[in-house]
């Protein structure tokens, strides 16, 4: 503790990013917030994790204690999910030995993460939890939507109370709460088996030439900034880079088809994706016996979540709006640091 102020350090530490927030909650309140990330894929090189998490903790500055969650767990590099928890836990160790550290549990308890895991697995993809317990505080009656680089997070809050049917991703992707689509890493062709062109369906190649950052490129909705994750091609990430990259999905490329031509086929593609989207959220919501629920957005997706909202004439709101612009994209950390400083001060 910091006089009467708790200062706390929240973690998202996923396969391919590791996101942090540090907050001072005083007074039942976030005082001030600021927040880091940094794109790093754990396959190629898990070792070096705790230094990338000593130096986002470098550039936020200290804490009291710190919260974890995490989806790096399921990466392929760790034989099991079991694995993958424990290495976590033990860089996290590693790279602050000094501060108290505890986990996020499915549960949505905190588990002190200085003494033996009994079932390692109860941390593993929380940050999901973390986001949707924060954001039932102030928004009792809401469908968070929630659009990364890689996936997107359906949870129905009803009275306060996270009504999710599932808890791990399996059940999660069952209940389809977890769609396994983003703005950026999804390849296209994860996304549709067809792309308009000459009047016809053509099929595409079962190729990993184009992802969904090349079709939002193309479409003037992420920024060179946002396609912080490699190129499939190992080239540039301009319009025209990521024109030529999705013209290759049916087996051509720049100088074979027309500008207007590609641009077709990447609104074909997000319409697609919008389409899988908007049927998931209708399907959580009338699990639950209503026509429509307040959508509340987050991610690096919020614009898809506007999009869907919009098709199915539903309100939305962004999160930023409450959480503030700095923590839009950001929110599982976030509620990380606010429920562990919550949870904390009230100890």
């Keep these: 503790m910091r006089g009467n102020a708790c200062v706390t350090v929240g973690w998202d530490i996923g396969g391919v990013s590791t996101k942090a927030a540090r907050l001072v909650y005083h007074q039942r309140r976030i005082k001030t917030l600021q927040t880091a990330d940094q794109y790093f894929e754990i396959w190629k090189g898990k070792e070096r994790l705790p230094s990338v998490l000593r130096t986002l903790s470098k550039a936020l500055g200290p804490a009291d204690a710190m919260a974890v969650t995490m989806t790096a767990e399921l990466s392929d590099v760790f034989p099991t999910k079991t694995h993958g928890v424990r290495y976590v836990v033990r860089c996290v160790r590693k790279a602050f030995p000094d501060l108290p550290i505890y986990g996020l549990d499915v549960d949505g308890g905190f588990l002190d993460l200085r003494r033996p895991l009994r079932d390692p697995r109860v941390l593993a993809a929380t940050n999901w939890l973390a986001t949707a317990t924060l954001l039932a505080r102030s928004r009792p009656n809401c469908l968070l939507v929630d659009i990364g680089s890689t996936t997107t997070d359906i949870i129905p809050i009803l009275e306060g109370r996270i009504v999710a049917r599932g808890r791990s991703d399996t059940d999660r992707l069952l209940a389809g709460e977890l769609i396994y689509t983003g703005v950026l890493r999804t390849p296209v062709s994860a996304i549709t088996a067809v792309l308009p062109l000459r009047h016809a369906r053509c099929p595409v190649a079962s190729e990993y030439f184009a992802i969904s950052a090349d079709v939002y490129r193309i479409l003037g909705r992420l920024e060179p900034r946002d396609y912080s994750c ?8 301009s319009q025209a880079a990521a024109r ?3 013209a290759r999905m049916v087996c051509a490329d720049a100088e074979s088809l027309s500008e207007r031509e590609v641009i077709g086929m990447a609104r074909f593609v997000h319409e697609t994706q919008r389409a899988q989207i ?4 209708r399907r959580v919501v009338r699990r639950h016996r209503r026509r429509t629920l307040p959508v509340i957005a987050t991610g690096l997706g919020t614009f898809l979540v506007r999009d869907c909202a919009r098709t199915l004439g539903w309100p939305v ?7 503030g612009a700095p923590a839009a994209r950001h929110t599982p950390p976030v ?5 562990l400083a919550e949870w904390l001060t009230e100890r």
Excluded: C, F, H
């Design 230 to 237: 490699s190129t499939p091609d190992g080239r540039g990430k």
């Design 244 to 246: 030529q990259r999705l």
């Design 278 to 281: 908007v049927e998931a959220m």
């Design 317 to 323: 709101e962004n999160i930023a709006v409450w959480l």
């Design 335 to 339: 509620g990380a640091a606010y429920l």
